[in-house]
């Protein structure tokens, strides 16, 4: 249970990662993922990355510089212009339907206009997830320049869409529903130059 916790990725540029377990059952029509995340990082950092064998950037959340985030299905990506970062931290949530095609994206609480992306994709359910790393291959393939140096908390990953109010939810960390994986209840391991550390404040 990480509630009020936070992994500290503490070197710049770093080899260190975050490996996380989520039961898959099958392949993914919907989906949800949401971090917090906290950085002084100006050049190009991966946060999220979520690799099947035929597809390294399955899923993956990647901020190329302080005002934009970009978020990938497939391979292919949409991008989202957010206000230059104050050094606090930000919450994001970024969810995705096949049969619309619609990626949305909230940030610190509040939903930017919606995008399509990768109408009637699958996502593979055979995945290597990690934080903090973006991968070229399968689990590997790291370039060190897009690694992650900071504090990351508060990841999920959603089979579904969350409804506005569970997106708001989210952010302000209220009671969530079961996820694939959660924060409160996350299987992980650390490879590397991570500490899990407490949150220095709420």
């Not at 390294?56 to 970062?85: A, C, H, M, Q």
């Not at 109010?165 to 694939?180: G, V």
Request: net charge positive.
């Amino acid at each position: 249970d990480l509630y009020r916790k936070v992994f500290v990725f503490r070197k710049d540029p770093s080899d260190a990662f975050v490996v996380l377990r989520a039961r898959l059952e099958q392949p993914l029509h919907n989906f949800t993922v949401c971090l917090r995340s906290y950085t002084d990082l100006s050049r190009p950092h991966s946060l999220f990355s979520y690799a099947t064998k035929a597809q390294d950037n399955e899923i993956l959340l990647f901020k190329p510089k302080p005002e934009e985030y970009r978020f990938y299905v497939g391979g292919k990506f949409v991008t989202f212009r957010v206000p230059e970062s104050r050094r606090d931290w930000e919450h994001v949530c970024a969810s995705w339907e096949s049969a619309t095609g619609i990626a949305e994206f909230w940030f610190n609480g509040k939903p930017w206009p919606r995008k399509g992306l990768q109408r009637g994709y699958t996502v593979g359910a055979t995945s290597s997830i990690l934080l903090g790393q973006e991968q070229d291959s399968f689990g590997g393939g790291f370039d060190l320049y897009n690694s992650f140096s900071g504090e990351l908390s508060d990841v999920y990953l959603w089979d579904a869409g969350l409804s506005p109010e569970k997106m708001r939810a989210a952010f302000l960390s209220l009671r969530l529903p079961p996820a694939l994986l959660a924060w409160k209840s996350l299987s992980y391991e650390v490879k590397g130059d991570v500490v899990v550390k407490s949150r220095l404040r709420e």
